[in-house]
């Protein structure tokens, strides 16, 4: 299959390296990644209209990471196709249409397939007990760029191996000391 479906759970939803990177940091990586798909999309081969830089992560369902394993350009189509992203007359029929198209096989084969990747991601977005799963991203080979001076957008911070929100952390540590 050469385009695949990607259904993140929704608590990991925002987690990525266009959230966290500067717009600089950002458009340098994504220049590479273009560079390196020759500037056309990595799954259809498409070389006109929007390209978008897609992070592809594997996951980890006993330890609850995620770990992201690559980037790769895909036109907007197979961008939305692989998360499944209705958008304005971009129907589930016609994300389906595409998906088919790509991938040679029949509408009851996509069918088939997405009911397993929706199951799937309920299955990695809510616990046994009901409660949510908080995923823990482990970045990979874009950990360096990530702990990088600089390259986090601002009121982000690069701590012990973790993303965290200077602000966030300001309130905890008031509602600490509130407390002692």
Same mark, same amino acid.
């Given at each position: 299959?050469?385009?695949?479906?990607?259904?993140?759970?929704?608590?990991?939803?925002?987690?990525?390296?266009?959230? !966290?990177?500067?717009?600089?940091?950002?458009?340098?990586? $994504?220049?590479?990644?273009?560079?390196? !798909?020759?500037?056309?999309?990595?799954? /259809?081969?498409?070389?006109?209209?929007?390209?978008? /830089?897609?992070?592809?992560?594997?996951?980890?369902?006993?330890?609850?990471?995620?770990?992201?394993?690559?980037?790769?350009?895909?036109?907007?189509?197979?961008?939305?196709?692989?998360?499944m992203m209705e958008r304005g007359s971009i129907t589930h029929d016609v994300l389906a249409e595409h998906f088919?198209?790509?991938?040679?096989?029949? $509408? #009851?084969?996509?069918?088939? !397939? !997405?009911? #397993?990747?929706?199951?799937?991601?309920?299955?990695?977005?809510? $616990?046994?007990?009901?409660?949510p799963v908080l995923w823990e991203q482990d970045w990979g080979e874009y950990t360096s760029l990530l702990a990088?001076?600089?390259?986090?957008?601002?009121?982000?911070?690069?701590?012990?191996?973790?993303?965290?929100?200077?602000?966030?952390?300001? $309130?905890?540590r008031k509602l600490r000391s509130h407390t002692d």
């Amino acid at each position: 299959m050469k385009l695949t479906l990607e259904l993140m759970p929704s608590t990991a939803w925002l987690h990525s390296l266009h959230t !966290y990177l500067t717009t600089k940091a950002w458009s340098t990586l $994504r220049k590479k990644v273009l560079e390196e !798909y020759n500037f056309s999309c990595g799954i /259809c081969g498409v070389t006109t209209g929007q390209l978008n /830089c897609n992070e592809q992560w594997e996951y980890d369902d006993e330890t609850n990471t995620q770990r992201l394993v690559r980037l790769v350009m895909l036109c907007q189509m197979c961008h939305l196709t692989a998360h499944m992203m209705e958008r304005g007359s971009i129907t589930h029929d016609v994300l389906a249409e595409h998906f088919v198209r790509v991938n040679g096989c029949s $509408r #009851q084969e996509f069918e088939a !397939y !997405y009911q #397993q990747c929706c199951e799937e991601q309920t299955r990695r977005e809510i $616990r046994d007990d009901g409660g949510p799963v908080l995923w823990e991203q482990d970045w990979g080979e874009y950990t360096s760029l990530l702990a990088q001076e600089g390259s986090l957008k601002q009121g982000y911070q690069w701590e012990n191996g973790y993303i965290v929100s200077i602000g966030s952390r300001k $309130r905890l540590r008031k509602l600490r000391s509130h407390t002692d």
